[in-house]
């Protein structure tokens, strides 16, 4: 296949294609804290929500980490069993409401046992012990057992679900062409290298919009990414793609290769150095490897001139594909309020690439932290400002370009969840 | 850092900068935002002087030790010193400032991998494709 080029793109106007209206998108669902009461309820309780963990974390009998929820104010064990499987309970002791573990990751020996009076559970969420039970009344019919939380994998990431008879499966609320789509991405190879978290002043819909257009590359990130975006034969476009995917989306963006991997030696001999002997944002991903080979969803354009893919899986999960096995994958998450929200940002790797075994290798990589960690800082910054204007009553609708279709289909989509039906004029 | 540590003989013209070898990111990456351009450009001057002479004594060092885990002391905070100056470098090459322009502040962002719960991950170990294993 021939690579694609922006020109090649035309009059292409994906708004218009996906039958999505053009009009202002109102930001009334963005500071009402009645709207927010009716998304914990229809979204935060009945979803499923990507946990920020894969399934090489927790890879033994025992091993756990929590999943603390803000907007549900639940605390959830998701541990691996005797038998190999992950559960998820609820990190309540059946017998005063005590949280059984306090560490965001651990290991235990087959069984919780609660700090305050010793009642034990096994991994299987079964009360194992009742200290001083002859002395309880009527044990037999005590409801003991930990209470369970749904959770299952898909692609190796591990995701829950609050709602006590989840009315889809993982599988049908990822759906088919998801499903399809990154069937061949090396994902079982990766493990998360960097994690950074930021517990924000903005809402939970701001802090979604920050990650899911590419517009802003050129914008807010020209410093940490320089001229990165910038085309000769399209100076309106930056995409390649936008493909909406039920209650998910897709966008596949421009990277002048040109300008990412013109020598820097001579002005930034840092991020050169760091280049040479690790991955860092700047990479020549697609020299590396003919864009032809790479699995089959992402850099569908097949283009070297290629810097990124988004993928939005709804509603807290925000990927960002930078090569054919590497990415970022954000999670999202509203705070207790409709103005508070917690951002947990992830850099995944093949773990080929941990088994760094020299310093000069050891050294890139932490380059490439810090490097991407200042430019998620840029990220984040513009939330504030938003959120303070819309507080302020005096920004009350958004003007989005067709490149930000993402947005205005995320838009569609929570409405449509919350209040069943979709925002003016679709 | 230890105080008793010096750098390689080597490296010894690095010795007046040796307080940004702090022992975390987080430290690194305050000293770095609460430094002045001059000062981040005098350390920054001097490391990338020596960065050739320091990669390739991190390649002698870890060849004579063994591995880059058992390299000496010295080595170890030459290392250090290191990862301060590749925070202090996007000072000078990215941001032409302290702190990141139009950024969230530094410690609102708030790194996992130095949380104690981080300090309790167990060790990863990956499950190759296999569409017989169900994690139900």
């Given at each position: ?220 990130h020209h410093r940490s990414a320089p001229n990165f ?30 300008m990412m991997s013109a020598d820097i030696s001579q002005f930034m001999p840092v991020a050169s150095a760091a280049s040479r002997v690790g991955q860092t944002m700047a990479s020549d ?75 000069a290798?050891?050294w890139g990589q932490e380059y490439m932290k810090y490097s991407i960690r200042d430019l ?51 | ?43 920054y001057?001097?490391m990338v002087?020596?960065l050739?002479?320091?990669l ?26 290191m990862l301060?100056f590749a925070d202090a470098s996007l000072s000078i090459e990215v941001h032409k ?40």
């Amino acid at each position: 296949m021939k690579p694609m080029k922006l020109s090649d793109l035309g009059n292409t106007r994906w708004t218009l294609d996906n039958g999505l209206s053009t009009d202002p998108v109102p930001v009334d669902t963005y500071n009402s804290p009645e709207f927010f009461e009716r998304m914990r309820e229809k979204v935060f309780r009945k979803t499923w929500l990507w946990t920020g963990k894969r399934v090489d974390e927790i890879p033994n009998p025992g091993d756990y980490f929590l999943e603390e929820t803000e907007i549900t104010a639940t605390s959830v064990i998701i541990v691996r069993g005797l038998d190999g499987n992950i559960r998820g309970f609820h990190n309540t002791c059946m017998h005063r409401g005590t949280q059984l573990v306090f560490d965001s990751y651990g290991s235990v020996k087959g069984k919780f046992t609660c700090i305050y009076h010793g009642w034990a559970y096994g991994l299987n969420g079964k009360n194992v012990l009742v200290t001083e039970q002859e002395m309880f009344f009527n044990v037999d019919k005590m409801n003991k057992n930990l209470k369970p939380v749904a959770v299952d994998v898909w692609n190796g990431f591990i995701f829950f679900n609050l709602d006590p008879e989840p009315r889809d499966s993982l599988q049908e609320h990822i759906g088919p062409e998801l499903l399809n789509r990154y069937d061949d991405f090396p994902f079982e190879d990766t493990t998360v290298f960097v994690s950074y978290r930021g517990d924000l002043d903005c809402s939970w819909p701001v802090l979604r919009d920050s990650q899911i257009d590419g517009y802003h590359l050129k914008f807010l990130h020209h410093r940490s990414a320089p001229n990165f975006m910038v085309s000769k034969e399209g100076t309106n476009r930056h995409a390649y793609d936008f493909k909406l995917m039920g209650k998910h989306s897709y966008g596949s963006f421009f990277g002048n290769r040109e300008m990412m991997s013109a020598d820097i030696s001579q002005f930034m001999p840092v991020a050169s150095a760091a280049s040479r002997v690790g991955q860092t944002m700047a990479s020549d991903t697609t020299g590396k490897r003919d864009p032809t080979e790479w699995p089959k969803g992402i850099n569908t354009a097949r283009t070297k001139d290629w810097f990124f893919d988004i993928l939005y899986v709804y509603p807290n999960m925000h990927f960002i594909f930078l090569s054919s096995q590497t990415y970022v994958a954000h999670k999202m998450m509203p705070g207790k309020t409709f103005d508070k929200s917690i951002w947990t940002a992830r850099y995944f790797a093949p773990l080929s690439h941990a088994k760094a075994d020299t310093l000069a290798a050891r050294w890139g990589q932490e380059y490439m932290k810090y490097s991407i960690r200042d430019l998620w800082r840029e990220d984040g910054y513009t939330t504030f400002g938003a959120q303070r204007s819309i507080d302020s009553g005096v920004f009350t609708q958004m003007y989005l370009q067709d490149q930000e279709i993402m947005i205005r289909h995320a838009d569609n989509v929570l409405r449509q969840a919350v209040d069943g039906r979709t925002g003016v004029g679709k | 850092m230890n105080a008793a540590a010096n750098l390689p003989a080597s490296f010894s013209d690095l010795e007046e900068f040796v307080a940004w070898a702090l022992p975390s990111e987080t430290l690194r990456r305050q000293k770095r935002e609460a430094s002045t351009m001059e000062d981040i450009r005098r350390f920054y001057d001097a490391m990338v002087a020596r960065l050739p002479g320091v990669l390739e004594h991190f390649k002698t060092a870890e060849a004579r030790a063994g591995g880059p885990d058992q390299v000496d002391d010295q080595t170890k905070l030459l290392f250090t010193l290191m990862l301060a100056f590749a925070d202090a470098s996007l000072s000078i090459e990215v941001h032409k400032s302290p702190a990141v322009p139009d950024g969230i502040p530094g410690d609102m962002w708030k790194p996992e991998h130095e949380t104690a719960g981080w300090k309790q991950k167990p060790p990863v170990r990956l499950f190759p494709k296999n569409p017989k294993a169900s994690h139900k």
